[in-house]
């Protein structure tokens, strides 16, 4: 009788050590998940910005090739 006690309580207790280790595990997943989509959008947005620099610099070029085009002209 006290050993089927004995060993019923250690069933639960690893049932429990089962279900925690698998919670934390989730968690883990989940953070992991979380930093990754973060770093994804960090990505991007620093792509987006590189190509609004890089767009706005070659409007500033063509800009500049069309005025000395004109300049030359005159010239």
């Known amino acids: ?11 639960h207790y690893i049932i429990f ?5 698998l919670y934390n595990g989730s ?26 620099n890089s767009c706005s610099t070659r409007l500033k070029v063509a800009k500049l090739n069309t005025a000395l085009m004109s300049w030359k002209l005159e010239q």
Do not use: F, P, W, Y
């Open 1 to 11: 009788m006290l050993a089927d006690k004995c060993v019923n309580g250690l069933m």
């Open 17 to 21: 050590l089962t279900g925690v280790m």
């Open 27 to 52: 968690l883990a997943n989940i953070e992991m998940d979380l930093n990754s989509k973060h770093e994804k959008t960090h990505e991007t947005k620093e792509k987006q910005r590189m190509n609004q």
